[in-house]
T-cell receptor, first 115, second 120 residues
């Protein structure tokens, strides 16, 4: 069965410091991996995705994520955090053979960037 | 980028009434849309997959007679919560697949801003 784990409920970081939000996955075959961000009372905004190719994927707002097949991870990173990055982050996965196109979401990680 | 809208953004209704929520893809066509439900401080729970021109596919445990889904066109899907009760109060979010820019297997889901439903 497909699954996504976000082991940290909350990540705290000081503004200007690098941030990492962790995600590991389990899927049959090759994964399609996504990161979304949600601000309070809003829908999800697409940040980036990994389909194939370079393991380091660059996305919106300076975020990037590294696909690691051996560790089945897809951690979200940013070199220098901003207070405005404070939000709820979701990792999602879909198997490449899954014709339903459904995404499996992690439980979410709340990022708090303090000034 | 692809934009998905939802209407209304929030609604308050009396118990026993029905509420319709619209989901529109504004600048792309979406043969498939998804409806999610999100409880406070929790992840998204997929309710159903909405396919243009055919019946929706509901996830296990979701009452199809209570949550009616209609996907009348390539840009519009509606979710109707029938005979709403307080336990139906939640944040409902839709998403749409944007097929542009690659094969269907690599498309991205874009999400609407959500609709907060409160049933009194």
């Amino acid at each position: 069965a497909q699954s996504v784990a976000q082991p940290e409920d909350q990540v705290n970081v000081a503004e200007g410091n690098p941030l990492t939000v962790k995600c590991t996955y389990s899927v049959s075959g090759n994964p399609y991996l996504f990161w979304y961000v949600q601000y309070p009372n809003r829908g999800l905004q697409f940040l980036l995705k990994y389909i194939t190719g370079d393991n380091l994927v660059k996305g919106s707002y300076g975020f990037e994520a590294e696909f690691n097949k051996s560790q089945t991870s897809f951690h979200l990173k940013k070199p220098s955090a901003l207070v405005s990055d404070s939000a709820l982050y979701f990792c999602a996965v879909r198997g490449w053979m899954d014709s339903s196109y459904k995404l499996i979401f992690g439980s979410g990680t709340r990022l708090l960037v303090r000034p | 980028g692809a934009v998905v809208s939802q209407h209304p953004s929030w609604v308050i209704c009396k118990s026993g009434t029905s509420v319709k929520i619209e989901c529109r893809s504004l600048d792309f066509q979406a043969t498939t849309m998804f409806w999610y439900r999100q409880f406070p401080k929790q992840s998204l729970m997929l309710m159903a997959t909405s396919n243009e021109g055919s019946k929706a596919t509901y996830e296990q445990g979701v009452e199809k007679d209570k949550f009616l889904i209609n996907h009348a066109s390539l840009t519009l899907s509606t979710l109707t919560v029938t005979s709403a009760h307080p336990e139906d109060s939640s944040f409902y979010i839709c998403s749409a697949r944007d097929l542009a820019g690659g094969p269907p297997s690599t498309d991205t889901q874009y999400f609407g801003p959500g609709t907060r439903l409160t049933v009194l």
